[in-house]
């Protein structure tokens, strides 16, 4: 089981730290990415990072304001999200990326999911 955590409210410009950590399956050996879904939308595509770190992803509308990171010691992986605005309100989720993928922005490369944390960005 995958939980993530650090969602609230927050005002545009300001910032939260999601984490993702698992009390049991690990995941230190598998690549892992967040992915976000507003209401109405569908899921879509935020960060991943390789189980090493060497490798990150983002997605364009979150580049350069949004930070994934990963402490394969705690079995956590973060997302530090700066300069929030309103359009990034979604639950959010974090995800284990199946062992035989290569692509990290399908949801279908996925199989693993935490249950999803609130973040809400207030104009």
């Known amino acids: 089981q995958l939980q993530a955590s650090g969602g609230g409210l927050v005002r545009a410009g300001g910032s939260l730290r999601l984490s993702c950590t698992t009390s049991?399956?690990?995941?230190?050996?598998?690549?892992m990415g967040w992915f976000r879904q507003a209401p109405g939308k569908e899921r879509e595509f935020v960060a991943f990072?390789?189980?090493?770190?060497?490798?990150?992803i983002y997605a364009d509308s979150v580049k350069g304001r949004f930070t994934i990171s990963r402490e394969n010691a705690k079995n956590a992986v973060y997302l530090q999200m700066n300069s929030l605005k309103p359009a990034d309100t979604a639950v959010y989720y974090c995800?284990?990326?199946?062992?035989?993928?290569?692509?990290?922005?399908?949801?279908?490369?996925?199989?693993?999911w935490g249950q999803g944390t609130l973040v809400t960005v207030s104009s």
């Open positions: 995800a284990r990326r199946r062992a035989d993928w290569s692509t990290s922005r399908s949801t279908l490369a996925y199989d693993y």
């Open positions: 049991g399956r690990t995941f230190s050996n598998y690549g």
């Open positions: 990072i390789t189980w090493n770190a060497a490798i990150t």
